[in-house]
DNA sequence: GGAGTTGTTGCAATCGATTGCATAAAGGGT
DNA sequence: ACCCTTTATGCAATCGATTGCAACAACTCC
């Protein structure tokens, strides 16, 4: 080995020969590691030095080689060898040292209020399409059900030396996004936002949301509704619960005919006690928006519970579409947000970022659509 | 900076002294920082280097102290020093350097066919929890509709360091079994295997599973059964439709009273296609068995196409148990599968196989069991 | 033909943490 | 007092790729 180290570098004259060198030596390494038994890793991968070698040159040509940013300072002729050597070897490069050296790692960490709730795939999907495009992996992490993780967790991140964040958990007042702030890490909110909106983001109108299917179900006929709240802490909660209200008042409703229960939590359970306590006020609404699609499969158990029928009795709509809602009895009539679309552009806002540190903020809204399906219809008995 | 740099060191009687220094020289640092305004990282995070310099130590003193497996190395009132000066700096080892130093990277990668799939959210959810207990974080990648991808896929993880992988996404005769086999990394299956078992996995007895579907619709009077396979070349379509057959036949079933459809796809929409050609066919089952849920919610659509209702004029079994079909119209009948649990299994044969690189090749599997509910009754009419 | 360009390549420092080895001090035994 | 452990710490190399700078060649221009 000691023999070849010393042999003369940077000659395109003598590169055949070398080749000749460097193939004989490769045997003999292979030879003495199957003859020592495990010299650490059998199947070691090749580094760049290990090309540097074959070609006779030294390793930063090769560096400068097989990086298209650099490729333009090493001879055609020369570039053409290396890569060809690095395709033999089937080298690849170690993202890890160079991370180390140029403070990138191309990881972007993601982290999710729930990775099992529907709502949360396709978004993550879009997420990951754009940034895999750039050559970016994601890094998912489930925060579960205590939010008090969520410093912790991305302060993990950082240290794993993710270049960015995208943030699908952030509550209003999140302290989080002051410390990502002072962080300086670049970051971007998926679905929710923050009350300061002093981070980009990316989520859709919830109001306007709100505002098609109350005038909707008041198209129908309805005069009466209910709302189940999401989380209060959480934007879309918030929102679509402003949302609610004022479209029911834009729609000429009383307040005494818009009936609002708040769930603490987006699960179908939750969304089940809440419409409970909706369905057995003593004039019930014949309409109830959920502010998601999970509490409303609540309503559905809510309404079987105590032997209502949907929409006759009770006419629910959702919000998200979730996937396979149309196959519900009845099929939900819901609000439907492009959750992949909203990953996608979160995923181009961060790439954005990264790439402009110093760029303005930007906010992104996508309008949703209602989707209307079974599980709305007249009111039979006008309260 | 030099001055502080040539101070003594590794002295304890002189370190109240220089505690006072590197304050001076720490207040000094920053106002440098904000006076020349952006060197670089403005918020640049602390290393180990900063830490031995307050502490007055050797920065190989401070990684010692913070690794739980060396800190017997050094004095306790060192090490007890030295954790607080690293505390109050907000240090957090850069996770990268020391990868590339020990050359395990605490990254596990993913491949999964399909993150939309409602099926594999619960699977990556127990993946990455007991992950994350062992420090680990994980890459998932979506490996999409061309299994082509999926080598490369692999090699870019490799590439970026992972110390293992779990492939949810492994067809039959996969190249990339011996791919990873070549590349000695950990590696484990999950919710599918190879054909040679060369490779540890978790999986349930699909079998097993399909013997409790055709036994209960037996027992409720089917004669005639129809099965809807899944993609032949994915072990579970194969040994489903495998354990279909058995099961049919040890209940007394003969070949003509048993029908098969393959599916191309597990997808809703060729459930639909396989179950209309069954359902079309002269002699219809009375039953249909699907291999996946995502199938059967497919039939559901035949069979409302063709005007049929279930499980009056067919009953249906699903498998998987994924969430949110007891919502359906009937309430889908299935083989549950403990995919959490499998999750966990899996990472936990991971890091075995981490731990342990020589040990043997463990074979999880996981017991199903069958949830009846409403897409299963009687046959009205025995054909 | 000498000075100045342009184009290629090598050299060596660097990123931050880890670890085998050397060293120094403290303690123990006779 | 001397030698021999034990214990605690420092030193320097290392992981693999990147990049500013220097060096050298070939070429151009006057």
Redesign the interface.
């Known amino acids: 080995m000691a023999s070849v180290k010393g042999a003369p570098a940077g000659c395109y004259a003598r590169c055949r020969a070398l080749e000749h060198w460097d193939d004989l030596r490769v045997v003999q390494k292979n030879r003495t590691v199957t003859g020592k038994g495990a010299r650490s ?3 070691s ?1 090749p580094t760049i030095k290990d090309v540097a070698e074959r070609c006779g040159v030294h390793p930063s040509t090769v560096s400068r080689a097989l990086s298209p940013a650099m490729s333009h300072l090493v001879a055609p002729d020369v570039a053409k060898r290396i890569r060809a050597a690095a395709a033999a070897l089937g080298y ?6 160079a ?2 050296r140029t403070g990138r ?3 972007i960490g993601v982290l999710a209020p729930d ?2 709730d ?1 709502g ?3 978004i ?2 879009g997420v ?2 754009t940034l ?1 495009a750039e050559g970016y ?6 925060v579960g059900p205590d939010p008090s993780r969520e410093r912790e967790l991305v ?7 993710v270049d960015g964040l995208v943030l699908a958990t952030v509550v209003l007042n999140d302290p989080v996004v002051g410390h990502c702030l ?3 890490i670049p970051v971007v909110l998926v679905n929710r936002s923050d009350s300061a909106r002093k981070l980009p983001a990316v989520v859709t109108d919830d109001e306007a949301g709100m505002r098609l299917a109350v005038d909707h179900l008041v198209g129908l006929g309805h005069r009466r509704l209910g709302h189940i709240a999401g989380p209060q802490d959480v934007s879309t909660g918030a929102l679509r619960r402003a949302g609610f209200k004022a479209a029911a008042a834009r729609a000429g409703l009383s307040a005494q005919n818009t009936l609002i229960e708040t769930a603490r939590a987006y699960t ?1 359970d939750e969304g089940r006690l809440a419409a409970l306590r909706l369905i057995d006020r003593e004039r019930p609404p014949t309409a109830i928006v959920a502010a998601n699609d999970l509490l409303a ?1 609540g309503i ?1 158990d809510a309404i079987g519970e105590r032997g209502l029928k949907c929409p006759s009795d009770v006419s629910v709509v959702g919000h998200n579409d979730m ?2 809602v149309d ?4 099929p939900l009539t819901t609000v439907r947000i492009a959750q992949r679309e909203m990953g996608n552009q979160a995923a181009r806002l961060l790439l954005d970022a990264i790439a402009a540190p110093a760029a303005r903020r930007e906010r992104v809204v996508l309008e949703p659509v209602l989707i209307v399906r079974g599980s709305t219809g007249k009111p039979e008995r006008i309260p």
């Open positions: 890793a059998p199947a991968r690849q490069p170690n993202v890890t040292a991370g180390l790692s191309g990881l990775i099992a529907p949360f795939p396709p993550l999907s990951t399409e895999a992996a994601t890094i998912v992490v489930d302060d993990r991140l950082i240290a794993r030396g002072a962080a300086s179908r499969l559905y996937p396979y196959m519900l009895s009845p």
